[in-house]
Nanobody, 116 residues
Framework: QVQLVESGGGLVQPGGSLRLSCAAA????????MSWFRQAPGKEREVVAT????????NYADSVKGRFTISRDNAKNTVYLQMNSLKPEDTAVYLC?????????WGQGTQVTVAS
């Protein structure tokens, strides 16, 4: 059974930091292309960051470059998103995504709210 379980969201003040985690199970994590997406109320889902199976290549949305860092630990079947210098416009549900061969898996998401 495939599972992607996100954690680490919450309420943080502007300028603060959060670290999201996504624990994967049910597929060969070390062979999967992993991404973090986010969706704010009334807006389309957008990709935030991606990382290749070995972690050798990462990419970021322009809006988060220099503030967010995606990483993975294939021994722990987990992908992370370190978010620094958070802004109110980063408020959204953050979702983990895995692409494994032709399969596309999603987690349930974790809420991140940036507000004072």
């Amino acid at each position: 059974q495939v599972q992607l379980v996100e954690s680490g969201g919450g309420l943080v003040q502007p300028g603060g930091s959060l670290r999201l985690s996504c624990a994967a199970a049910g597929f060969t994590f070390s062979r999967a292309f992993m991404s973090w997406f986010r969706q704010a109320p009334g807006k389309e889902r957008e990709v935030v960051a991606t990382i290749t199976d070995t972690g050798g290549t990462t990419n970021y949305a322009d809006s988060v470059k220099g503030r967010f860092t995606i990483s993975r630990d294939n021994a722990k079947n987990t992908v992370y998103l370190q978010m620094n210098s958070l802004k109110p416009e980063d408020t959204a549900v953050y979702l983990c995504n895995a692409i494994f061969f032709i399969n596309n898996y999603w987690g349930q998401g974790t809420q991140v709210t940036v507000a004072s």
